[in-house]
């Protein structure tokens, strides 16, 4: 089957579940194996087990006719004497978003969970206050698109471009956005600001930001304390906001001896480059077992944090 029409089916299985009043929070990985770990729930007894929670099913528990849009979909995949799901379906709001199926650990997994509702609640509120005209936007590493979405709504006449080096995440992007009946956000293979051109009035992201030994790219940020993409996303914001552009990055941060690293380096440049900045510490203790791996040994606690910077308009 064409990957049309796969992305067909895709969608018609996802305006189904909205039609159906569809909703499913995705929780942090832990917790949902714990969940999945119960003995009552082996297998799926209903649609948001299948779809919400990746668990295995046997035939009979979905309708002929979702399954038959999850082959068609190519999502199906056998498990033992049933079948399982290789995407999920999570919702934050009224919207739909097909990513990756629990456990996400292929090199091309598509991430969604608690970061991605923080990520979504900070860019509304930050978007909600009046500012500076947004005519063209660009969230980099924008996995299934959530962040993408949220501008495109609080902007519909602007371009928004959702960029990303992971083809499975700009294929959801595509998908997830025509969902949410989002005709200004595109889609661009693009590693940071790579092959982009021309300069940005808004910059978004919610990066990779942990230091994973398996340097799975949907997890692994590289560089101390995995601060590197972060700080690398800094120095392409520097370089190609607008006068008056933004940047709005939501990332995780490791605090070490009292001392918040990243915002020292980040500062350090915004500051040299003459931005406005300004940041907020989210939620001080998240990814709490990375503190037992050796990456962190010296870590106090990892926070989920916003940075906020603008280039002034003179």
Not at 18 to 44: C, K, L, M
Not at 124 to 135: E, K, R, T, Y
Not at 212 to 222: F, I, K, M, T
Not at 261 to 286: S, T, V
Request: aromatic share 8%; charged share 20%.
């Amino acid at each position: 089957m064409s990957d049309q029409l796969r992305d067909e089916a895709l969608l018609a299985l996802g305006r189904q579940l909205q039609a159906s009043g569809y909703r499913f929070t995705t929780i942090t990985q832990a917790n949902h194996r714990r969940v999945n770990d119960r003995p009552e729930n082996a297998w799926a007894r209903k649609l948001a087990d299948v779809l919400g929670w990746s668990r295995p099913f046997r035939d009979g528990t979905l309708d002929a006719g979702t399954v038959g849009l999850m082959r068609a979909a190519g999502i199906l995949a056998a498990h033992g004497d049933g079948w399982k799901s290789t995407l999920r379906a999570s919702t934050i709001g009224d919207q739909l978003f097909f990513h990756s199926a629990y456990p996400t650990s292929s090199d091309d997994a598509v991430f969604f969970g608690p970061d991605t509702y923080r990520f979504v609640r900070a860019l509304d509120a930050c978007l909600a206050v009046p500012g500076n005209p947004v005519m063209r936007a660009v969230d980099i590493g924008c996995g299934s698109g959530p962040g993408a979405l949220a501008v495109a709504r609080r902007f519909p006449a602007a371009q928004v471009i959702g960029a990303d080096i992971n083809e499975s995440a700009l294929r959801l992007t595509r998908i997830n956005s025509q969902l949410a009946g989002a005709g200004n956000v595109v889609t661009k293979h693009s590693n940071l600001l790579a092959g982009l051109d021309g300069e940005f009035d808004l910059i978004i992201s919610n990066p990779p930001y942990v230091q994973d030994p398996d340097e799975l790219p949907y997890r692994h940020g590289g560089g101390e304390f995995g601060a590197g993409l972060s700080l690398a996303i800094v120095d392409a914001a520097i370089e190609r906001l607008a006068t008056g552009g933004a940047l709005l990055l939501y990332t995780g941060v490791a605090i070490v001896d009292g001392a918040d690293l990243f915002q020292r380096q980040a500062g350090a440049r915004l500051d040299r480059a003459g931005f406005n900045w300004a940041y907020e510490e989210i939620d001080p203790d998240i990814f709490g077992s990375e503190l037992s791996s050796e990456a962190y040994a010296t870590a106090d606690r990892l926070a989920a944090v916003l940075l906020r910077a603008e280039r002034p308009q003179h």
